[in-house]
C-alpha cells in the first residue's frame, strides 16, 4: 500500500488491520509473505551493543539485569528521591552505572520531580498511557540498541538507543522519535517522548542529534566514549565521543598557555551540529526501523515493517523540539506521521514578512513583530543587557529566593557595574541605574520579550543562561575548534572564586551521567581568559575597558558582534583587525544560516506547545513566529495546530526552585495532552484540538513551599476553545493572533 495514496487515520487502521491479517494467515498456512526485501543498515551507522533490561527489580540499579528501559531500575520513587544514586567506585563508575544514573540526570533535568509540582499525580512513571494513576514504580522491560551515526570523519559520532519495550505489538507497530532537548546526551528525551511512547508499546528511538556530553579534558588527553566511561583519547579510538581537533603539539602548547581547559563536543566539534538536527533525527528513526525487522523479522518476511504499516510519531522539546520540526521539513518520502514540538527554537530566515499580534486594536496591547531573529543574535543580545534590566522597577523583586538571583548583594553589584559600562559605551541612556536599567528592559523588549518576561530576566541570567548560550553557539555556529579562543573565551572547572582549576578526576568519570553538554558547571564553566588579574569564571569577570566586576561586558560585546556582523558601540562594521574579526563573523553567520527553518511540515498533524512566560526561547521570535510562518507557506493546507499556556515556562526542571514554584505550572503536562491528540489524529482520525490559549493557575504559596498542583491548576486542552482563547493565523500576510 503506497502511501502517496492513502494516508490519514483510516488507511493507518487498514494498514493495521492488514498487518494483523497477514500474521494471521502466515501462521495458518505455516508460509512466508514472500517479501524481496532486504533489511539493511543505513548507511552511517555503527551498531554498539545490544542489551535486555527485564526490570526485576526497582533497587539500586547497580547492575544492567537490575534495570529497565524508563527508569534504571530506580522506578518511580528512585527517580522522586532526595539523591542520585550512589556509585560502588565513584572515581570508576561502570557502563551500567552511568546508564542508571543519566536517566536519572536526565529525566529530572526536564521535568519537575516533586509530588507537589505533579510528579506521581499529573505525571510519571506510576501513571498509565490512559492516564490512570497507579501505585507501581512504573518499570519497563525491554532491550536497548545502542548504536553511532558518522559521517565518514570520526568527528560528527551522533548516538542512538533504540528502546524497543516488550509490550509492542508487531500487529499495530508504532515509534516514536525523541531526539534530545538542549544539548543532553541520548537520554535527554527520556522524560518526555521516551516516556510516552515506551507507555504506548512503541519502540523509541532516542538520539543526542550530533550534541551530548563530549568533555575532552585537554590537561590528561581523556575523552568519554561512546558509553559514557572516560578513557585516554589514545585508548578510546574509535569508541572516543568527541575529541578536539588538535595535534599533540598543539594541545601541548594550549595546555602551557590555558592550562587545565576543556573542550565541548556541541561548541568544538566543528561540525555546527544544529544544521544536522532533522536529519538525525530521520536517521534514528531509520535506524530504530532496521532493528525492528532485525527483531521480528523472518527468513520469508525480513521486513515486516515500513513507513507504510508503522505508526511514526517525533516529539521532544526545546532543541529537541527544534530538531522534529526540521525532520519533519525534510521528510520528502513521508516516513513521519505526525509530531509534537515543545517549546522549539526556531530559526526564521531574515526579511520574511511575520507578524505577531497579541490582543486587539481596542486593548491598546498590539504588537507587530518581524520574524527572522536568529537564537545567536537574540541570545548574545540578552546576554548583553539582561543583568542590567533586572535592576528595572518593572522587574523588581522583593523575595530572597533563585529567582531574585540579581537581588543578592554580590551579583546586584556586578549588574549595577554593567549597567554603567553600558552606559559609558552609550548602549544605555539615564543617569542612574534605575534609568539605565529601564533602557536597558526596553531593548530587550525590541528583540522580541515581552513585558510576561520582565521578572524573569534576573533569575535567567543568575543562573548563567545567556553566557553559556552565547559562548556555545557563536563557536558552534562558526566551527572554531577548542583553541581559537573566540571572544577570548574557554571552558575549565572553576573556584568558588572563578580561578581556573582541574577538574576532578570523579567529576570527569561521573559526566556522562551528570552532565548536560553545555558549560554549565559540571564540570565545566565559561571562562573570560582576558579578566584583569586573570582568567576567571564569567560571574567573577573583570574587564578590561571598564576595570569593573561586571560579568564580563567585554567579552559580551564581542559576542554580539560575532552574531550581527557589527561593532555594537561604534555601528561599524567589523574589520581584520577588530575584536572578533570580519572573517570570525563572517563564519559563525554562515553558520547560521545553515540551521533556517522552511515552515514547510508537509501537511503533517502537528502540534507546538509554548508556554507564555518562556523567557529563554521567547515566543514572539519562536513559536508564534513559525506558526506564522507555516500558515503562509501551507496556508489551507497546514495541520499545525498551536497551543500557548499562561503561567508556563521553559524549563520545568526549575519548578522545585523557590519562586519557579509558587509562579508556574508544568508546561509537560500539555506536551503528553499533545502527544496523544497527534496519536489520536493519526490513527484514529480525531481531529486536532483548535489553536488556543491555555489559562491556567499558579500554585501560589510561600516561594520554596509552594501550594500543591491539582488538576485543576492545569485545565485540559480544549477541542473548540471559547473565541477569548482561540488562536487566529492568517495565511496571506501571514500573521498569528493571540488573545491577551
Partial sequence: MDRTRCTGALCRSMRWTMTALAGAALAACGGGGGSSARNELPQGITEISQTSYPATTAGAGSTAAMQDLLTGGLGKTGL????????????????????????????????????????????????????????????????????????????????????????????????????????????????????????????VALTDAGKGVGLHNLADDTVNKVDGSRAARKDAGALSFFAANLTDAARAAYNVAFPNRIAIKHAHSQQNPEKDWGGDTLAAGHYAMYVLNAKYGTKDDPVPFDRNNTVVIAGSASNGGAAVLRAAELDGDGFVDGVVASEPVTQIPAGKPIYVRQGTESDNVTSYNMGGTALAEYTTWGNLYQPCAALADAAALSETSIFNYIGLAAMKTRAEARCEGLAAKGLVTGATTAER??????????????????????????????????????????????????????????????EVMAATPAALAQSAAVANGTANGSPATVVYNDSVGGARSWLMTVSPSTGKADLGLDNALCQYALASGQDPVTGKSLSAASVPTQAQSDAVRAGMQE???????????????????????????????????????????????Y??????????????????DTRFVPLHTYFNQAMDAVWANVTKGTALPASQVVRTTPRGGTPGAANPIAASNVPPLKATPGAGDTITVTGSIPMVTLPN
Avoid at 507555516?630 to 489551507?636: I, L, P, R, S
Fill in 643 to 660: 497551543i500557548e499556556v499562561t503561567n508556563a515556562q521553559h524549563f520545568d526542571a526549575f519548578l522545585p526552585f523557590a519562586g519557579f
Fill in 437 to 498: 536599567a529601564a533602557d536597558a528592559l526596553s531593548k530587550l523588549h525590541a528583540k522580541g520579550w515581552t513585558k510576561e518576561h520582565d521578572q524573569m530576566h534576573n533569575a535567567h541570567y543568575g543562573l548563567g543562561n545567556g553566557p553559556i548560550l552565547s559562548a556555545m553557539y557563536t563557536m558552534a555556529y562558526g566551527r572554531f575548534g577548542a583553541d581559537a579562543n573566540l571572544c577570548n573565551t574557554s571552558f575549565a572547572a572553576a573556584s568558588a572564586t572563578g
Fill in 80 to 203: 522522586g528521591a532526595a539523591a542520585a544514586p550512589a556509585y560502588a567506585d565513584p572515581a570508576n563508575p561502570t557502563v551500567a552505572e552511568l546508564r542508571r544514573n543519566a536517566l536519572f540526570s536526565n529525566y529530572r533535568g526536564i521535568l519537575d520531580y516533586t509530588a507537589g509540582g505533579g510528579y506521581g499525580s499529573l505525571y510519571g512513571p506510576n501513571i498509565t498511557a490512559d492516564g490512570a494513576v497507579t501505585t507501581g514504580e512504573g518499570l519497563i522491560p525491554g532491550s536497548e540498541y545502542l548504536a553511532v551515526l558518522d559521517n565518514g570523519t570520526g568527528r560528527k559520532q551522533t548516538v542512538i538507543a533504540v528502546m524497543v519495550p516488550d509490550s509492542f505489538s508487531a500487529s499495530k507497530p508504532c515509534l516514536v522519535l525523541g531526539p534530545s532537548s538542549g544539548s543532553r546526551g541520548v537520554y535527554g528525551a527520556i522524560g518526555t517522548a521516551g516516556e510516552w511512547g515506551l507507555k504506548k508499546g512503541c519502540a
Fill in 595 to 641: 540551521v533556517k527553518v522552511t515552515g514547510n511540515l508537509r501537511g503533517k498533524p502537528t502540534i507546538i506547545v509554548a508556554g507564555r512566560s518562556d523567557a529563554l526561547i521567547p515566543v514572539n521570535v519562536n513559536a508564534r513566529a513559525y506558526t506564522a510562518l507555516n500558515g503562509g507557506v501551507e496556508g489551507a493546507q497546514s495541520k499545525l495546530r
